[in-house]
């Protein structure tokens, strides 16, 4: 039997001064792939509710990225009962697939598509089911032939840090084959 859980309510909306990433020109087309994936595809279900939301970013922020607009991402991510792992509380795989999917839309969102080469996640606090969070992600420069590192972090509202993560994204080209696909 899943265990009662509190719903959202609003707590999903953007935080102050940040808005829905398809307000954002190229978020749009973000917030459209957003809709269809395992994390945030699934925005009134019981497992996990994602929703993005993007800001501008002045030129000397820490993490400027080479977008024309930079623009920081961020997500608000509810845990429900079908995200259980402990009881009573998330699965750490469903921290990591916000952290990944957050670290990775900021690094399409600041560069291009990419995809996860390298993932790492610290998990500091055990997240109790009904809670929503804010995730935070910062996106560093391109480099080498097309890659980028990024770092997410998952913090309550009284500012606990429930998880941090850091991956290696490298961004797509036509040498991937990533676009289209399925059975
Ligand atoms: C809604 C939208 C969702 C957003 C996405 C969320 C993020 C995801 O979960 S993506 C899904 C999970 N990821 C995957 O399935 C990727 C599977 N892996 C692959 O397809 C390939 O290994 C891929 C594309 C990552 C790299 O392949 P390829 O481009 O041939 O790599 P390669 O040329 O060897 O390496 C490119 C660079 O990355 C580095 N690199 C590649 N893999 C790694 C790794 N695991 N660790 C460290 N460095 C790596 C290489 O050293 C190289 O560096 P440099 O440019 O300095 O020489």
Do not use: N
Not at 21 to 39: D, K, N, Q, W
Not at 79 to 102: T, Y
Not at 139 to 166: H, I, N, Q, Y
Request: charged share 20%.
């Amino acid at each position: 039997m899943e265990a009662e859980v509190r719903e959202p309510g609003d707590a999903l909306a953007a935080p102050a001064g940040w808005r829905p990433l398809a307000t954002h020109p190229v978020g749009a087309i973000i917030a459209h792939y957003a809709e269809r994936s395992f994390v945030a595809g699934d925005p009134t279900g019981q497992g996990i509710r994602v929703r993005y939301a993007w800001r501008a970013m002045s030129p000397d922020e820490a993490c400027v990225v080479t977008a024309a607009e930079p623009a920081a991402l961020a997500a608000r991510a509810w845990f429900g009962a079908r995200a259980e792992g402990p009881p009573g509380h998330a699965h750490g795989g469903s921290m990591a697939a916000v952290l990944d999917e957050a670290m990775g839309l900021a690094v399409w969102l600041a560069h291009r598509a990419a995809v996860a080469a390298h993932l790492e996640t610290d998990f500091r606090r055990p997240i109790p089911l009904g809670t929503t969070v804010t995730a935070e992600t910062t996106v560093g420069p391109a480099e080498g032939t097309g890659k980028a590192r990024a770092t997410a972090r998952l913090v309550g509202d009284d500012g606990t840090v429930f998880a941090e993560g850091s991956a290696l994204f490298v961004l797509l080209g036509p040498r991937h084959t990533f676009a289209g696909g399925g059975a």
